[in-house]
């Protein structure tokens, strides 16, 4: 599918089906795209496939890269066409588990947010929010949905504002794109349970301000939109590397040893986070998989300026894992130990 395809002219089966053959040719990148045609599937309105789609993910739990996320959109979408049990015995495993990566925390609370369970929805948020921000000095874009998710449910309860929402709020003002609306606009104002009654106004000047801030909210989503995947740098294990280096020398400049790899990467992270880039991320690369690119593009794998290409495609595959890692993960450089203590020592 075109990324410029307008979602109406989609035809979600087909999609999901070409997604599933393309997956069994990448074995590799088979949990990105069966999630992908899980997600087509569902808009399909075949719930039931996108079930057998998750279930097929989950049996081969040891090899997958984020099993919460996939049993999060099991569960959202098992309630969806009348599981309501099974989904909330998956949902109580996902809090339990209490996973580093805010989407799965995202998707359960919403799951119970759009099924009226808001009290529920606003101690899931609150679960993530303190498992992944206490004591982190700027909270990383991927966790702005849970800030965002909770603001919302408790405004819809009524709670007197904290710290969180008064972050959520501050994110929210400072990271909206110059050129849209939102910028105007509080997550106050956003999310105002009142709101809906406005729609139903006879109002104009009550109509105009509700489209005005609709405006702004969709001006939100579509900048979230605009960067479907991080601005990545890529990673070689040591393994990796020399196998590389052994059959292409003339990327030895390139890599003069695995040790100034590993510092490249972070201090290369680093200055694009304090020049302002968002969204960063890393890709790990594989001999065969450079190869197979290289061939791809009618390239020769020792060209340099091929590399950073491979990382992109990497990333726009769904390889990247974000950087830096979330607060008790482990090191990007598989090390073993984490983050805070290896290269996010410094």
Known sequence: MRPDTPAENVDHTAEAARLERTAGLYPEDAEALLLRAAAHLELSGDRPAASTLYDRLLSSADSLENPSLIRALKASNLWEYGHEAE?????????????RDPAPWVIVAEA??????????????????????????EPPYSTHPLLYGRHRVRRMLGATHD?????????????????????????DELHDPKRVWSLGSNNPAELEAEISRLRAELGAYREALSRPFPVAVL?????????????????ADEYPSHDAHLSTIEASL??????GTPNLGIVTGTVPSYEAFAASEGASPGEVSLLPQYATTLAARGRAVEWPPQRGAGCWCGSGRGYGVCHGAE
Not at 87 to 99: E, F, H, L, N, T
Not at 116 to 136: H, N, P
Not at 165 to 177: Q, Y
């Open 87 to 99: 989904a909330r015995a998956i949902i109580d495993g996902v809090r339990a588990a209490a996973p």
């Open 270 to 275: 680093r200055e694009l986070a304090t020049s």
């Open 235 to 251: 990673h070689w294990p040591a393994a990796e590397l020399s196998e590389l280096l052994e059959a292409y020398p003339t990327l």
């Open 112 to 137: 119970l947010e759009s099924h009226d369970e808001l009290e529920a929805a606003q101690e899931t948020f609150t679960e993530g929010v303190r498992l992944l921000l206490t004591d982190v000095p």
């Open 163 to 187: 710290d969180w929402d008064t972050l959520a709020d501050t994110i929210h003002l400072t990271h909206a794109s110059p050129a849209s609306p939102a910028s105007a606009v509080s997550l």
